[in-house]
């Protein structure tokens, strides 16, 4: 058997620390609480925990605005826990990756106060600043992601600068060499002190048009295309020259280069662009690009066999030779148990969790599966008064932001706040997360934990689900059904994505050899003859 790298067919377990665990009791989770759960991390059968931002900031965006690359705040803890963090997950044999926010800082970095003073000074082209038009107004129409223009007035310079996402997260000016190799020293940071890889955020926003051309206005029909809707102005435009410009490729390939230097090391850049299939296959292009890439295709309310089809099929037939990485929940969206089990009302149903954690493992690529998911858990609803994310407060109420994902991990369900922290948590712990709380779950063989884990588990030996290409079957709704083959071995995969017992007729039964009941923990199917008898919600795989 071909050696692998170890990202390749890996399950990557996004910690969002602030909910995770909270070691010192302040109501807010953090790295020594990340180490204390390590145990249980290990026990779900992961290669690797990605760690989103604990770097200093003033939390406008949760971390996602950074004041200082190398230092961590502290209310996450300080370096001599993360160098703990390290050394011990290295031990369970756990990789860690970090968040790496490029495109982006936050107003208070030392950079930014220091390019805003003046036209002269030794950063004042780190940004992207540009002068207003003669009336006054911005230099182009470009919009931000969470609501209004794109550009805030700076009267020290007289100049506008550029903000993709909050006005306290100016942008970088990456058509400056400085800014390079100033980010690329910070990239390295981290890889001295032993981290295994980056999620590289919103990598595909580091360059912007240097004309500042105006974005075209987007047909109303096509308002959502890229995940936004019309009740954010954002969705009005395509956005094809504030991100994902043809330079953006080249620095992708300096941070290849660089990562190259520390062997093992793995970069997963986040794309979300007006195709972003297209760009996540040019940006994981040969060896000289990331390792991998994933979008937010999968990220959507669209719950259908020909949907997730139509996506895993358009990336591969642009990926060639690159390695995509999938996802069907993090921190920005909502709760996947509650985004596709709503479609049937299913939401707290526990063989769709099942299943659906044994779908996304089951593509070709690797996978980033997002705390919480290994619990089942839905969506949070959090009133007005508590909500903490500004992109919810702004779109109040038809959005109600990214807070009902981002709620605290239920440890102990009799315990104040599930087991979180003994303080009142920065997001309060719904009531019905409680029953879903992992010391429930842990005396339960039929749990989705348990679940989890033992999938977790079986897919390791499965050299075909882990590295295999990928080939569709035609099925019709509600069936998803494809086949895996690596070296000569394949692996016949089949879901019921629908909450109702299906019966799908399959030729390719005719050579089967049924994986054995035992030999894995899902609601498995029945086959009889060349029929499948597949009740709400299950799989069935069976080796060819």
Known sequence: MTEQMWWRGAVIYQIYPRSFYDANQDGI????????????????????????????????????????????????????????????????????????????????????????????????????????????????NWLSIFGGVAWTWEPRRQQYYLHNFLTSQPDLNFHNPRVQKAVLDNIEFWLKRGVDGFRLDAVNFCFHDAQLRDNPSKPKELRTSIGFDEKNPYAYQYHYYNNTQDENLGFMEDIRALLNKYPGSVALGEISSEDSL????????????????????????????????????????????????????????????????????????TDLAKMLYALISSLRGSVCTYQGEELGLTEADIAYEDLQDPYGITFWPQFKGRDGCRTPHPWHSDAENAGFSGAKPWLPVPSEHHAKAVDVQEGNTQSVLNSFRQFSEWRKSHPAILWGEIEFIDTAEPILAFKRDYQGSTMLAVFNLSNELTKVELAELNNEQLVAQNDHPLLCATNHGNTLVMPAFSCYYAKL
């Open 29 to 140: 989770g953090d790295i020594p609480g990340i180490i204390a759960k390590l145990d249980y991390i290990a026990s779900l059968g992961v290669d690797a925990i990605w760690v989103s931002p604990f770097f200093k900031s003033p939390m406008k965006d949760f971390g996602y605005d950074i004041s200082d690359y190398r230092d961590i705040d502290p209310l996450f803890g300080c370096l001599a826990d993360f160098d703990e963090l390290i050394e011990k997950a290295h031990a369970k044999g756990i990789k860690i990756m970090i968040d790496q926010v490029l495109s982006h800082t936050s107003d208070q970095h030392a950079w930014f106060l220091e390019s805003r003073e003046d036209k002269t000074n030794d950063k004042a082209d780190w940004y992207v600043w540009a002068d207003a038009k003669a009336d006054g107004t911005p230099p182009n």
């Open 278 to 349: 297209k760009t996540m296959a040019e940006y994981t292009q040969g060896n000289k690009r990331l390792h991998m890439g994933y979008s937010f295709d999968l990220l959507t309310d669209d719950f259908s066999a020909s949907y997730i089809r139509q996506v895993v099929q358009s990336l591969e037939s642009r990926v060639s030779d690159g390695w995509p990485c999938w996802s069907i929940s993090n921190h920005d969206v909502q709760r996947v148990a509650t985004r596709w089990g709503k479609k049937y009302g299913a939401e707290n149903n």
